[in-house]
């Protein structure tokens, strides 16, 4: 579970990145109410613990690991939004900091429990935004299932390993040790250069890949760690 | 430093000496060109203290003598490899008079990145654009006139095999070097960088260093410990200026410094690529091309690989037989005239066994296996076919620790632990090779399955064999476990080419295999000599009996063992049919189980296979690794194996 702080960086740059937009130093820091140089400071940590990836004078994207952290924190801050609503009757303008102060010690077992009492809702009261779908495949919920899928179309950054055969990305960036890194670089995997995959080894083998006009093979696990933006070939 | 105008005779001389580097990416055709250029007259072997190979060779021509050195072939010059750290400081230490940069013309991008690192360090240089028949036939044609306007170096189109363009070439650099002629190249980065880069350089200059001031700025910000180490031994203070500058950058770009430098020296490589090379229209895919795909195939590409280790073990091994059989009762008959010539005296048998057997040992043992490997391995290599077997092994290997290269020195482990640990090599880091080396001197040759066969599987039937075939495999996996995490240096993952296929070509196939089989006879021949004296004259001068004593304690009290297995132990070092061999001897006996237990052939079985790499292989180990840790090796093999069985031997007290 990610500290306090981290998760309200998270819902911060959840925040735009929820409306397709990159979330800007200058943004989180009006948001959150700090000073920029400490979110520039706290963005390096988050993008050293692969949460996101941030690029100059555009912005920070969560990855699919920042995603899921900052999607936790938000179902339950919107749902103690819809429940303080709904249930207690607590005026609207009220409810959100209250919220934000008790989201970080709701356990998952109170959450679903809020969820199951409040009839799966869809959006929360203040904004009218969507509450992000819970981590089960419900399959009672099938609204939520489809929701689940609508959000996640916004974001296409996958690991490498999750493209198939014959299917091409564009390199967004790599996680890992120096040495590794280095290595991949120098062969020719810089950020946005497109790769193709070509095959891919049984039995968590590694892959082979078309990078810049040379065939290259490359370990599952420093495929894994390989982000790419999906690309239509 | 060296090329101030002297005088007029002495000029003269020097100009006729021309020292060449052969620099480039891997599978670029780098070493073809090497044997097209030298021939006959070249030397392999080892930079020193390094387990990389050094290839050198002379040409004459016009009346010129040029020394040709031929670099490992490398993708950057970092300090991910040993082998990148080779060549930068021989370009920039030992200064070459021109550099023939190889680039392969079908992959130009990526070799052209190579290039610009190069030329930022400025040495003299050609460039050979090799491999424009493969090219053509991937539909890449590249016009070589514009590659050598834009980059400012002189470029000769060349096909290596065939002899397509190595005369000029040679006429290129001997141009090169007459009229001195330096490329006038650099990598412009963005306006950010750049000042960095140029303010940094700016304080770089006073440094004493072979490589040039912008470079090292170059890589302090990229973080190279190499460049690190020779700059702040000087200037202490510039480490916080080189951090300060490198946290600008990152704070710009969002990304370390040596993302951002890599990303334009490859957006440049890709600009320069894309002016020169004209699409041609694409036949259709080729027999070559299906090939590729059907050698990775799920189900395809494993039976080819079964085909061709198969074909491979049984052909080295096969031969390897065969010739030792058949030198091993030659030298049998040099033996019996010897006898009849000096008798069976002190001293004849002091030189015969002591000196003599040492060397027949070597010739018999080793060599009928080495060549052959020498040659498949050099087959595989240039053929390209080795990345593929690495590629379909890899998930496999990674289970003791190793990535996929190492499958084809562990499974020639199997016929002789010698070629399985100078095939080792094919493993790009230190650590790496080490681990495998490590593990690979672990694997039960063929001598030691016949003892087991001859024990084991014998007396104690068929299942007990394979119980200590799997106990074996289990302990290989242990060990190379702890191998992997004790061994120093980051763990890395299969990054690596997979070149075309291409024709190996026999010249380079036969002289690769000559030398590096003279390399192999100089180095690991003496060790092996001097072991067998060392174990012979003890035995003649008694030591042995002593040795029995000191032992026994070990061998009788802890593993349960007759106390003559001391001495048969301490033989097997020579070669492991020996602890079979002088068994049967010393207990008078063929029929052991007369003189030993179950659980004794068991435990002595299990102590066998673990317990001491043979000599032969200890000489390459040395040869490979250095005697330090060779040393470390061989100690933990006795030390595990002495463990073991005694712990085997508690064990199975109980059973039996």
Same mark, same amino acid.
């Given at each position: 579970?990610?500290?306090?702080?981290?998760?309200?960086?998270?819902?911060?740059?959840?925040?735009?990145?929820?409306?397709?937009?990159?979330?800007?130093?200058?943004?989180?820091?009006? +948001?959150?109410?700090?000073?920029?140089?400490?979110?520039?400071?706290?963005?390096?940590?988050?993008?050293?613990?692969?949460?996101?990836?941030?690029?100059?004078?555009?912005?920070?994207?969560?990855?699919?690991?920042?995603?899921?952290?900052?999607?936790?924190?938000?179902?339950?801050?919107?749902?103690?939004?819809?429940?303080?609503?709904?249930?207690?009757?607590?005026?609207?303008?009220?409810?959100?900091?209250?919220?934000?102060?008790?989201?970080?010690?709701?356990?998952?077992?109170?959450?679903?429990? +809020?969820?199951?009492?409040?009839?799966?809702?869809?959006?929360?009261?203040?904004?009218?935004?969507?509450?992000?779908?819970?981590?089960?495949?419900?399959?009672?919920?099938?609204?939520?299932?489809?929701?689940?899928?609508?959000?996640?179309?916004?974001?296409?950054?996958?690991?490498?390993?999750?493209?198939?055969? %014959?299917?091409? %990305?564009?390199?967004?960036?790599?996680?890992?040790?120096?040495?590794?890194?280095?290595?991949?670089?120098?062969?020719?995997?810089?950020?946005?250069?497109?790769?193709?995959? +070509?095959?891919?080894?049984?039995?968590?083998?590694? +892959?082979?890949?078309?990078?810049?006009?040379?065939?290259?093979?490359?370990?599952?696990?420093?495929?894994?760690?390989?982000?790419?933006?999906?690309?239509?070939? | 430093?060296?090329?101030?105008?002297?005088?007029?005779?002495?000029?003269?001389?020097?100009?006729?000496?021309?020292?060449?580097?052969?620099?480039?990416?891997?599978?670029?055709? #780098?070493?073809?060109?090497?044997?097209?250029?030298?021939?006959?007259?070249?030397?392999?072997?080892?930079?020193?203290?390094?387990?990389?190979?050094?290839?050198?060779?002379?040409?004459?021509?016009?009346?010129?003598?040029?020394?040709?050195?031929?670099?490992?072939?490398?993708?950057?010059?970092?300090?991910?490899?040993?082998?990148?750290?080779?060549? *930068?400081?021989?370009?920039?230490?030992?200064?070459?008079?021109?550099?023939?940069?190889?680039?392969?013309?079908?992959?130009?991008?990526?070799?052209?990145?190579?290039?610009?690192?190069?030329?930022?360090?400025?040495?003299?240089?050609?460039?050979?654009?090799?491999?424009?028949?493969?090219?053509? #036939?991937?539909?890449?044609?590249?016009?070589?006139?514009? @590659?050598?306007?834009?980059?400012?170096?002189?470029?000769?189109?060349?096909?290596?095999?065939?002899?397509?363009?190595?005369?000029?070439?040679?006429?290129?650099?001997?141009?090169?070097?007459?009229?001195?002629?330096?490329?006038?190249?650099?990598?412009?980065?963005?306006?950010?960088?750049?000042?960095?880069?140029? =303010?940094?350089?700016?304080?770089?200059?006073?440094?004493?260093?072979?490589?040039?001031?912008?470079?090292?700025?170059?890589?302090?910000?990229?973080?190279?410990?190499?460049?690190?180490?020779?700059?702040?031994?000087?200037?202490?203070?510039?480490?916080?200026?080189?951090?300060?500058?490198?946290?600008?950058?990152?704070?710009?770009?969002?990304?370390?410094?040596?993302?951002?430098?890599?990303?334009? *020296?490859?957006?440049?490589?890709?600009?320069?690529?894309?002016?020169?090379?004209?699409?041609?229209?694409?036949?259709?895919?080729?027999?070559?091309?299906?090939?590729?795909?059907?050698?990775?195939?799920?189900?395809?590409?494993?039976?080819?690989?079964?085909?061709?280790?198969?074909?491979?073990?049984?052909?080295?091994?096969?031969?390897?037989?065969?010739?030792?059989?058949?030198?091993?009762?030659?030298?049998?008959?040099?033996?019996?005239?010897?006898?009849?010539?000096?008798?069976?005296?002190?001293?004849?048998?002091?030189?015969?066994?002591?000196?003599?057997?040492?060397?027949?040992?070597?010739?018999?043992?080793?060599?009928?296996?080495?060549?052959?490997?020498?040659?498949?391995?050099?087959?595989?290599?240039?053929?390209?076919?080795?990345?593929?077997?690495?590629?379909?092994?890899?998930?496999?290997?990674? =289970?003791?620790?190793?990535?996929?290269?190492?499958?084809?020195?562990?499974?020639?482990?199997?016929?002789?632990?010698?070629?399985?640990?100078?095939?080792?090599?094919?493993?790009?880091?230190?650590?790496?090779?080490?681990?495998?080396?490590?593990?690979?001197?672990?694997?039960?040759?063929?001598?030691?399955?016949?003892?087991?066969?001859?024990?084991?599987?014998?007396?104690?039937?068929?299942?007990?064999?394979?119980?200590?075939?799997?106990?074996?495999?289990?302990?290989?996996?242990?060990?190379?476990?702890?191998?992997?995490?004790?061994?120093?240096?980051?763990?890395?993952?299969?990054?690596?080419?997979?070149?075309?296929?291409?024709?190996?070509?026999?010249?380079?196939?036969?002289?690769?295999?000559?030398?590096?089989?003279?390399?192999?006879?100089?180095?690991?021949?003496?060790?092996?000599?001097?072991?067998?004296?060392?174990?012979?004259?003890?035995?003649?001068?008694?030591?042995?009996?002593?040795?029995?004593?000191?032992?026994?304690?070990?061998?009788?009290?802890?593993?349960?063992?007759?106390?003559?297995?001391?001495?048969?132990?301490?033989?097997?070092?020579?070669?492991?049919?020996?602890? @079979?061999?002088?068994?049967?001897?010393?207990?008078?006996?063929?029929?052991?189980?007369?003189?030993?237990?179950?659980?004794?052939?068991?435990?002595?079985?299990?102590?066998?296979?673990?317990?001491?790499?043979?000599?032969?292989?200890?000489?390459?180990?040395?040869?490979?690794?250095?005697?330090?840790?060779?040393?470390?090796?061989?100690?933990?093999?006795?030390?595990?194996?002495?463990?073991?069985?005694?712990?085997?031997?508690?064990? @199975?007290?109980?059973?039996?």
């Amino acid at each position: 579970m990610p500290s306090r702080s981290v998760q309200d960086y998270l819902k911060a740059i959840y925040h735009f990145n929820e409306m397709g937009l990159p979330a800007k130093t200058s943004e989180i820091a009006s +948001l959150i109410g700090v000073s920029p140089p400490s979110v520039t400071e706290m963005m390096k940590k988050l993008e050293k613990r692969g949460y996101l990836q941030y690029t100059p004078y555009r912005g920070a994207y969560l990855t699919e690991e920042g995603w899921s952290a900052a999607e936790k924190v938000m179902r339950k801050h919107r749902l103690l939004e819809r429940f303080l609503t709904d249930i207690l009757g607590i005026d609207k303008e009220k409810v959100h900091e209250q919220a934000c102060e008790l989201e970080h010690s709701l356990s998952d077992e109170v959450e679903e429990a +809020l969820c199951r009492v409040l009839k799966h809702p869809d959006t929360c009261p203040d904004d009218g935004k969507m509450i992000p779908p819970c981590s089960k495949e419900v399959s009672s919920c099938l609204e939520c299932v489809e929701m689940r899928r609508r959000v996640r179309k916004g974001r296409e950054l996958v690991p490498l390993t999750a493209l198939n055969v %014959g299917e091409e %990305g564009v390199i967004a960036f790599i996680r890992g040790g120096r040495a590794a890194v280095q290595r991949l670089m120098d062969m020719g995997l810089t950020q946005g250069t497109r790769v193709k995959v +070509l095959a891919s080894a049984p039995f968590n083998g590694p +892959l082979e890949l078309m990078v810049r006009g040379a065939n290259l093979a490359i370990g599952r696990g420093l495929a894994r760690r390989i982000f790419v933006k999906a690309a239509t070939p | 430093m060296s090329q101030e105008t002297s005088s007029k005779g002495e000029d003269d001389k020097k100009r006729r000496h021309i020292r060449i580097a052969l620099a480039g990416n891997a599978n670029v055709g #780098k070493s073809v060109i090497f044997n097209q250029l030298t021939g006959l007259h070249q030397h392999i072997g080892n930079w020193p203290g390094k387990t990389v190979e050094r290839a050198e060779g002379t040409l004459s021509y016009r009346g010129y003598t040029i020394d040709v050195l031929d670099l490992p072939g490398i993708y950057s010059l970092s300090t991910y490899s040993i082998e990148e750290v080779i060549s *930068r400081q021989y370009i920039a230490v030992e200064k070459p008079d021109v550099v023939v940069n190889v680039v392969d013309a079908s992959v130009l991008e990526r070799n052209l990145f190579f290039t610009i690192q190069l030329l930022e360090i400025a040495p003299r240089m050609v460039i050979a654009l090799n491999q424009i028949d493969m090219a053509e #036939k991937k539909g890449i044609k590249v016009n070589h006139e514009k @590659l050598e306007k834009l980059l400012g170096v002189p470029v000769v189109p060349t096909i290596a095999p065939r002899n397509v363009g190595i005369e000029e070439l040679v006429e290129k650099v001997i141009e090169v070097y007459e009229k001195d002629v330096r490329p006038l190249f650099t990598l412009k980065c963005g306006p950010e960088v750049e000042a960095r880069i140029e =303010k940094l350089s700016a304080l770089l200059r006073e440094i004493k260093s072979p490589y040039p001031p912008r470079w090292m700025a170059i890589k302090l910000l990229e973080g190279d410990e190499e460049v690190e180490k020779i700059v702040y031994s000087e200037k202490p203070e510039l480490e916080q200026v080189v951090k300060a500058l490198g946290a600008e950058i990152e704070e710009i770009h969002g990304h370390s410094v040596s993302s951002v430098i890599a990303s334009e *020296r490859y957006n440049l490589a890709n600009r320069i690529a894309r002016e020169c090379t004209e699409q041609l229209i694409r036949k259709r895919r080729g027999f070559i091309e299906k090939l590729e795909e059907a050698t990775v195939h799920p189900v395809l590409g494993y039976m080819i690989m079964a085909v061709v280790v198969a074909a491979l073990f049984y052909g080295v091994f096969r031969f390897g037989d065969f010739v030792t059989a058949l030198l091993e009762s030659l030298f049998d008959m040099v033996k019996v005239a010897y006898d009849g010539w000096f008798g069976t005296g002190f001293l004849a048998t002091l030189i015969w066994d002591g000196i003599i057997e040492g060397l027949i040992a070597g010739i018999t043992i080793a060599l009928p296996y080495i060549i052959p490997f020498y040659i498949a391995l050099s087959i595989l290599e240039d053929s390209g076919y080795l990345p593929r077997i690495a590629f379909l092994m890899d998930a496999a290997m990674h =289970k003791i620790g190793l990535h996929g290269k190492g499958f084809i020195p562990l499974i020639l482990g199997f016929g002789c632990n010698v070629p399985a640990i100078l095939g080792c090599r094919i493993m790009e880091t230190d650590r790496e090779r080490l681990i495998c080396g490590f593990v690979a001197s672990l694997i039960p040759c063929a001598a030691t399955s016949v003892i087991v066969m001859g024990l084991v599987a014998t007396y104690m039937g068929t299942n007990w064999a394979i119980a200590l075939y799997i106990l074996d495999f289990a302990i290989i996996l242990l060990l190379g476990r702890i191998a992997f995490k004790a061994a120093p240096g980051e763990p890395v993952g299969l990054i690596m080419e997979m070149p075309a296929y291409r024709r190996p070509t026999i010249s380079v196939t036969a002289s690769k295999t000559w030398f590096r089989l003279q390399d192999f006879i100089f180095t690991a021949f003496p060790i092996m000599i001097a072991g067998n004296f060392v174990i012979q004259i003890s035995s003649l001068l008694g030591l042995l009996d002593v040795a029995e004593k000191v032992m026994s304690p070990v061998i009788v009290g802890w593993l349960g063992l007759p106390a003559a297995t001391g001495i048969t132990l301490t033989f097997g070092i020579l070669r492991k049919e020996l602890t @079979l061999i002088l068994l049967a001897s010393l207990m008078g006996t063929t029929n052991f189980a007369a003189v030993m237990t179950p659980v004794q052939m068991f435990v002595y079985s299990t102590v066998v296979m673990v317990y001491i790499p043979c000599i032969a292989t200890i000489a390459v180990l040395i040869k490979e690794f250095g005697y330090k840790r060779t040393l470390i090796i061989t100690l933990v093999e006795i030390g595990f194996a002495i463990l073991l069985g005694g712990v085997l031997y508690r064990i @199975l007290g109980i059973l039996f």
